[in-house]
């Protein structure tokens, strides 16, 4: 058979790429999640994650596949996406790769960065670093070193700010050095579409969201999963949406700051779609439509599974 046909489909946060789904139920198509959070089980509202009945519609992978308290990172991603890739393929359909984290695409594209395996002495001696000074100045430490990789994460995912860290003291080189730079992957074809709205529409979409998200619970799930033993420190809850409803302390902050906490998250998640739009810009041979035309995106679709077809 000819190579599997693939349509990445990202944007930013909000922009409407799970409506943009709904329009492609019913065609010869699968859709591989690229979001790095909706990985993760009964973490359901603040992820925005696509509803039961769409995922019975249209087929979906890489949802609900870990707790929260597991790491999850590009390599097992790109390993798992090639997978489904190629059982999708073998159905004599179209794999769409949707979601919005940037790098999951970049390096499902290029292939996985060369960053050197773990050294446990070198480990050591940085956690125990972490430990003594605090991952807020470990993290403006990475951000002296590797202004990139400190943007992408977070200051409180001890996790990565570790292994970037790491990567640093054994090489002198920060982790956004190692990104992948070479030729694009031949054995798929690759075609690249982002949705984009007007910005204060996109900010009017995220403001709109999250409250939609307090009004279906977001607080009862976030205690649920407290209640289930899972914390701040875990993988899960250090997303968006979720740390924000904890303390410095690590404890879970009152229903009277609720306002305040729906701010916090709407700040954060406009921060982190203005990086979203800025990473998927980098990236080449990109047809931008906009969200609205979601019927250009069904044709789009509906084109590709014709090559499929004549294959």
């Known amino acids: 058979m000819s190579r599997p046909v693939v349509l990445f489909l990202f944007g930013p946060t909000a922009v409407g790429k799970t409506e943009t789904l709904e329009a492609l139920t019913g065609r010869r198509?699968?859709?591989i999640s690229?979001?790095?959070?909706?990985?993760?089980?009964?973490?359901?509202?603040?992820t925005a994650k696509p509803d039961r009945s769409l995922r019975e519609r249209l087929p979906h992978h890489l949802i609900d596949i870990r707790d929260p308290d597991e790491q999850y990172d590009v390599g097992a991603f790109v390993h798992?996406?090639?997978r489904a890739i190629e059982a999708i393929h073998g159905?004599?359909?179209?794999s769409v790769v949707a979601g919005g984290t940037g790098y999951y695409f970049k390096h499902l594209l290029y292939?996985?960065?060369?960053a050197p395996s773990s050294d446990p002495k070198i480990r050591e001696r940085v956690q125990a670093e972490i430990d003594e000074m605090g991952l807020?100045?470990?993290h403006r430490k990475l951000a002296s070193i590797d202004p990139d990789a400190a943007d992408r994460i977070h200051r409180h995912d001890g996790y990565r700010i570790g292994r970037a860290l790491e990567i640093y003291e054994q090489?002198?080189?920060g982790p956004s050095e190692y990104a992948a730079g070479g030729p694009a992957r031949a054995d798929v074809a690759v075609t690249s579409c982002a949705l984009h709205r007007d910005r204060e529409e996109l900010r009017s979409r995220i403001a709109a969201r999250v409250e939609a998200m307090f009004d279906h619970g977001l607080r009862d799930e976030v205690e649920r999963l407290v209640g289930l033993g899972y914390g701040p420190g875990d993988p899960g809850l250090r997303a968006i949406g979720y740390r924000e409803f904890f303390d410095p302390a690590g404890r879970l902050r009152p229903i009277a700051?609720?306002?305040r906490i729906a701010a916090e998250i709407i700040g954060s998640t406009r921060r982190y779609a203005k990086r979203q739009r800025t990473f998927f810009r980098r990236l080449p041979k990109v047809m931008e439509i906009p969200a609205r035309e979601v019927s250009r995106v069904v044709e789009l679709v509906d084109r590709l599974c014709d090559t499929v077809r004549s294959a």
């Open 111 to 114: 292939g996985l960065p060369g």
């Open 80 to 82: 798992e996406a090639n």
């Open 136 to 138: 807020e100045t470990m």
């Open 34 to 46: 690229a979001d790095s959070m909706q990985i993760y089980r009964g973490m359901d509202i603040g």
């Open 171 to 173: 090489t002198g080189r």
């Open 91 to 94: 159905r004599a359909k179209v």
């Open 257 to 259: 700051e609720n306002e």
């Open 29 to 31: 198509v699968e859709v």
